[in-house]
């Protein structure tokens, strides 16, 4: 390679360089802004969660099948990559020829900001942070760029290319920091969980019997059949956390009924409250999955409220909207039956985690989360479902989703000893209810197994077989049998449209 040729490539590394080193300076300064203006507007965030919208439900699956519920941080680092690719690429193009890379760091600003003011509940500050990462990013690459080219024909020397990469790394640098003070600012604002923290949720007016001693079979390795909070599965498509202040929340209802209702959450927590164990599961939990988790909920029965609207005799939907502008379409009669479905505002003796939808959530015993759980929620609009569809109805999910009867193996996991062991899983078919379970190993004959006692049928129940492991490989299987006598189905089926279903087998090598 000649000596020219060298420079020229060199010449190209550097203009790459600052291409990352501008975008990194931008995405900070825009972080900065966010965290002060509107933490949701970052840009990551709302790219990131335009593109969750944006995903077909064949995307959410594999990713949720790829990462589980880190599938948010593989989306950030995700978008973190094709920034920088994008980036470097618009040093070197810049280099090229003055403008073109600052119109791609520009598009990308505007991008941000597009994708900042479409969001649901998108505040009046949300144009801002975009527009800063943009701004910044180009005035930042076109400064460094400069320092690349021949000045008044004198050609770029030593001296100067190394001035060059001090301002290049300074820059990155100060961009590093400002992402970082922009995190911890935006941690700073811990005053939801504060306010959280401080809240003394009232006492049940209809309390759920004691869970019985019978409930819990203790076993190592089976799910605890009352799920804590800070183990409870996590699902939804916010990529930041709602943070909302109990004090500027507030519930209406309206729609085909007879007169709206708006609620504030003090006037909520002066209603009757109710527990209930209820088990939520995911639409998207694989066979032998762990989208699942059982909780007692304390909240007031939506049924309550909903007769309190007056319902439409027409109506045969209820369209549940949250703050960040997720929608489930529930079965108005799942709402107005006997069945425990709360609004509820506590988990476990707390307040709702701001994950699990503080201040208020849906909970609606025998339905998967998507149509039924909705976190944040802000709006029951009474509808048809011949009227209104919700978020996953046009990705490919089925609009109702009642919850398919199921179980699952938690032990023996991969390998056991030899000698006397135990098999053992959990099986739900929520308000429905299990009746019991059974077993087999290396196909064999299907063997009952021991169920323990059920909370409710609104919740899972867990269930053991004694077994003998002799050594060599092996494989087990389970199927539930539902209060209803029918045999969970063999037939295999993924989780899209309507929920996974099969038998859970599982092979496990038992040492001499
Ligand atoms: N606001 C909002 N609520 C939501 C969702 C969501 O994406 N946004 N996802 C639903 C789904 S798919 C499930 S399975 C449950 C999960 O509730 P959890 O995260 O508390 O376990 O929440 C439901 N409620
Ligand atoms: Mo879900």
């Not at 973190?80 to 598009?107: F, N, P």
């Not at 030593?158 to 990469?165: H, N, Y």
């Not at 400002?178 to 006492?203: C, F, K, Q, W």
């Not at 201040?359 to 609009?381: D, F, H």
Request: hydrophobic share 50%.
């Amino acid at each position: 390679m000649t000596h020219a040729n060298r420079e020229k490539r060199d010449d190209r590394l550097r203009a790459a360089a600052a291409g990352l080193s501008a975008a990194v300076v931008g995405v900070g300064a825009a972080e900065l802004v966010a965290a002060i203006v509107e933490p949701a507007a970052s840009p990551f965030a709302v790219i990131g969660s335009g593109l969750i919208d944006l995903a077909p439900s064949w995307a959410k699956d594999t990713a949720i099948a790829l990462f589980g519920t880190g599938d948010k941080v593989a989306l950030l680092v995700g978008i973190a990559i094709v920034l920088a690719v994008v980036a470097a690429l618009a040093g070197v193009l810049e280099l090229r020829r003055s403008g073109v890379g600052a119109v791609i760091l520009g598009a990308l600003g505007a991008l941000a900001v597009v994708a900042a003011m479409i969001r649901p509940g998108a505040g009046p500050f949300a144009f801002l942070p975009g527009i800063v990462a943009g701004l910044v990013a180009v005035l930042v690459l076109q400064f460094l760029i400069r320092r690349l080219r021949p000045v008044a024909g004198l050609p770029v020397d030593g001296a100067d290319r190394r001035r060059f990469l001090v301002w290049t790394a300074g820059a990155a640098a100060v961009g590093v920091a400002t992402l970082i003070v922009g995190n911890v600012a935006r941690g700073a604002t811990r005053s939801i969980e504060a306010v959280r923290d401080a809240l003394r949720l009232p006492s049940a007016a209809r309390k759920a019997a004691a869970v019985s001693a019978g409930a819990e079979l203790d076993i190592l390795g089976l799910a605890p059949v009352v799920t804590p909070n800070a183990d409870f599965y996590r699902i939804d498509t916010a990529l930041i956390v709602p943070r909302i202040d109990p004090a500027d929340w507030s519930l209406r209802i309206h729609g085909m009924v007879d007169r709206e209702v708006v609620i504030s959450w003090d006037e909520l927590l002066a209603l009757p409250m109710q527990e209930a164990d209820v088990t939520l599961a995911c639409v998207s939990n694989e066979v032998g999955g762990s989208l699942i988790g059982n909780a007692r909920w304390l909240g007031h029965p939506i049924r309550e409220l909903l007769a309190r609207a007056g319902v439409s005799a027409d109506a045969d939907m209820v369209l549940s909207t949250s703050s960040d502008g997720f929608t489930a379409s529930t079965p108005l009669e799942a709402l107005t039956d006997d069945r425990d479905s709360l609004l509820a505002v506590g988990m476990n003796g707390e307040p709702l985690p701001l994950e699990h939808g503080f201040p208020v959530r849906m909970v609606v015993p025998g339905l998967y989360g998507y149509v039924s759980a909705t976190k944040w929620v802000t709006q029951l609009e009474v509808t048809r479902f011949d009227r209104a569809q919700a978020y996953w109805t046009p990705r490919g999910w089925s609009e109702r989703g009642p919850i398919k009867l199921q179980s699952r193996i938690d032990v023996p996991r991969g390998s056991v000893d030899a000698g006397e062991t135990v098999i053992a899983g959990m099986a739900w078919q929520q308000h429905v209810g299990v009746e019991g379970v059974e077993v087999r190993i290396d196909d064999g004959e299907w063997q009952r197994a021991e169920l323990a006692t059920a909370i409710s049928d609104d919740t899972w129940v867990q269930w053991s077989v004694p077994w003998t492991a002799e050594s060599g490989r092996h494989s087990i299987e389970c199927r539930a049998i539902g209060a209803e006598g029918e045999t969970q189905t063999p037939d295999r089926a993924a989780p899209a449209p309507d929920g996974a279903q099969g038998w859970h087998r599982i092979e496990v090598s038992v040492g001499a």
